[in-house]
């Protein structure tokens, strides 16, 4: 029988939720609901309860809305001592932190703390018929899906990476309560201080967020055979993607790798020429809706996952393909 709640630590940054924050919502509503406990948000700012009412309409069915000017930006010894002694009162069954910069800092942190475990980066979430969580993450140069559990100790922690989650529609209407904590902070007395930090706004639309992907692998690392892919991307006004090999050829920048070390990424259409399917990569791509594949190799891994395959020289196929959608011609 459980009695902890799901908690879903949410970031915001500059008075805006990211995106992930929303994802976890997703996740954990499902997790909360197969346990049968409260989804709980839990969220560090000043002069936000705007975006409480937000997280609530997103699925939380509670928010702890911790507020304190200096909690506007990341300190991590305060975010980790303040977090651990909300857990320490309340005993959540599960603690989901987003894989990101600020969550990966604070994740072991707050683990150690707790004295309880931490599976970091997870692709999947599965919750056995005796509550416990099966975390999947990625080993041995992604080759291998490991399963990991941490039955003895609460909560169950891990940290998500961005695009494994879907996150659920808003729903303006949706009920929930906001608890205020107030926390005194003497940031003089803090031995490091983060005093503000600066985002590079992206230059292009992430990839994450794309609803068509098309992505080159290994099978098309020549310029020639690369400027295709782009033009089939930019006939289905997709964004842009790749494997690793393609990365240190330099025809991607890292932003746009999938895959293991990479995006996780759920677009409705994927799009993946000359990829093998190796599992470092797929498991970048396996929530999308519809995955097509072009590959010269019958043999390829990525045939047998896929929902349409074709077999064939990229070179041969990309220019007919190109060609009949500019027309919008049928096959």
Known sequence: MMTGDVWVFTEQRNGRLLEVSFELLGGGRKIAEKLNVSLVAVMFGFNV?????????????????????????????????????????????????????????LAPRVAAKLKTGLCAHITDLVVGEDGILRQVVPGFGGNVMAVVTCPKTKPQMATVRPG?????????????????????????????????MVEEPPKEKPIEQAEVIVAAGW????????????????????????????????????????????????????????????MHHTIGILNSDIIVAINNDPNAPIFEFVDIGIVGDANEVLPILIEKLRKKEKF
């Open 49 to 105: 309860e705007n975006l409480a009412k937000e997280l609530i309409s997103y699925g939380a069915d509670k928010v702890y809305l911790v507020e304190n000017p200096a909690l506007n930006v990341y300190q991590h010894d305060v975010y980790a001592k303040v977090l651990t002694d909300l857990a320490v009162k309340h005993k959540p069954e599960v603690l989901l932190l987003g894989a990101t910069s600020v969550g990966r800092d």
């Open 219 to 278: 099978g098309v690392r020549s310029k020639e055979s690369f400027k295709l892919v782009q033009e089939l991307a930019n006939v289905l006004g997709a964004g842009l993607g790749g494997t690793r090999p393609i990365l240190d050829e330099g025809l991607i920048h890292e932003s746009q790798m999938i895959g293991q070390s990479g995006k996780i990424v759920r677009p409705k259409l994927y799009v993946g020429v000359g990829v093998s399917g190796e």
């Open 164 to 196: 494994v989650f879907r996150k659920l529609e808003k729903d303006e209407n949706r009920k929930g309560e906001i608890e205020k904590v107030s926390v005194d902070v003497d940031l003089e007395k803090l031995p490091i201080v983060t005093l503000k």
